[in-house]
């Protein structure tokens, strides 16, 4: 089975997993008898350990061997997932979205190190965007499909489809790809050594602080897109689906472009024009009435985000070559931090404003990034 299509699963399953919340909040809230708030607080129930967990993953997978590490994690997301379709409470499958979400921490950073591992730098930015294509359709079709299936089968079947999902890619994880690394002793202090490395070289830092800004204006606003549709009249969780799941689309379409846009922009304008243009999309987004328009408007900023996306993670594979488990997970780790904390503060401002300002505010964050974000790519 070829290695890069074993990571793709092992991507979709971690990215489909994370997703099927997102557009069916509403729902969840009034079976489950809860807020809105309260309900909200699964996205970063999952997100939180996620990404606090890859801060332990990332040492342990350079040391215990990363394929090894990825069997493991997807064998433990599959039973979380398990655990949140039988959930008999929100306590519960609250409880069952932290454990889910702080072993599928172990699964995106690890896969993305081992291609750094595996493909020389220029190579690198079509393989990479291989696996990110596997994880933009999970997002796509987590998003898109849970949405539908919460609507008419409820959202424990929301939940089983992704443990399915998650079952099938531990399989091909066992069986497709081999561990080339020796197992090595684990160990605390190397486990700060290797960080200490990484955190010596100065853009690491810079990359990190873009991209938790990136995944907080970003992704934080996902949970809102529900509420958005039901403040402009335009539907519910099925229509938030179709949202997401265009945005995904957008993802999708741009890594059959990475070559052309390289050659073209070069990875600092690929920065710029991506952040701007996702800016620009979230405000019109927010003043769209229409769901042809909006999810068209999704879409573009979808293909827009990872034109910024794409080049940060091929930036984070080569902070620190011989610590790069360490170093993506850093990397990822801010990612999540920025997307968790994100959807925390702007679900509160939402309450008090609306979700559509919320939208404007993240749409001008974002154009206002894109300097800062252009200067860290290297100039052709």
């Known amino acids: 089975m070829p290695f890069l299509f074993v990571l793709g699963l092992a991507a979709f399953a971690s990215a489909f997993s994370m997703r099927v919340v997102d557009p069916m909040l509403n729902i969840l809230a009034a079976d489950l008898q809860v807020t809105l708030q309260q309900v909200a607080l699964l996205a970063s129930a999952f997100t939180l350990p996620y990404a606090a967990m890859q801060l332990v993953f990332g040492p342990i997978g350079d040391a215990v061997g990363k394929v090894r590490l990825v069997r493991l994690n997807l064998a433990m997301l599959a039973g979380g997932l398990a655990i949140s379709a039988l959930a008999p409470s929100h306590e519960t499958l609250l409880a069952a979205r932290i454990f889910s979400g702080a072993f599928a921490g172990g699964i995106i950073p690890v896969v993305l190190a081992m291609v750094g591992d595996r ?208 170093a993506v997970a850093l990397f990822a780790s801010s990612f999540f931090v920025g997307q968790a904390m994100g959807a925390l503060v702007l679900a509160q401002v939402a309450g008090a404003l609306g979700a559509a300002p919320v939208f404007v505010i993240a749409g001008i964050g974002l154009v206002a990034l894109a300097y800062p974000a252009g200067r860290l790519a290297p100039r052709r």
């Open 119 to 326: 493909v020389p730098f220029d190579r690198r930015p079509v393989a990479l965007s291989r696996v990110l294509l596997a994880l933009v359709l999970g997002q796509l079709i987590g998003s898109a499909a849970a949405g539908a299936v919460a609507e008419y089968a409820g959202w424990r079947q929301v939940f089983w489809c992704a443990f399915a999902v998650a079952a099938v890619a531990g399989l091909a994880a066992v069986f497709g790809v081999r561990e080339e690394e020796p197992p090595q002793p684990l160990s605390f202090r190397a486990s700060l050594a290797r960080y200490a490395l990484v955190l010596k070289n100065p853009l690491s830092a810079k990359v990190y602080a873009v991209v938790a800004a990136e995944g907080a204006l970003t992704f934080g606003i996902f949970p809102l897109v529900a509420p958005l549709m039901v403040e402009h009249r335009l539907g519910d969780a099925v229509e938030a689906g179709v949202m997401l799941g265009a945005f995904a689309i957008g993802g999708a379409l741009y890594t059959f472009a990475v070559s052309l846009l390289v050659r073209r922009l070069g990875l600092g304008g690929m920065v710029r024009l991506g952040a701007t243009a996702v800016g620009l999309l979230f405000v019109a987004a927010a003043a769209s009435r229409n769901l042809v328009l909006a999810s068209a408007l999704f879409a573009l900023s979808g293909f827009a985000f990872y034109m910024i996306h794409n080049v940060l993670q091929i930036l984070a594979t080569e902070l620190t070559p011989e610590a790069r488990g360490s």
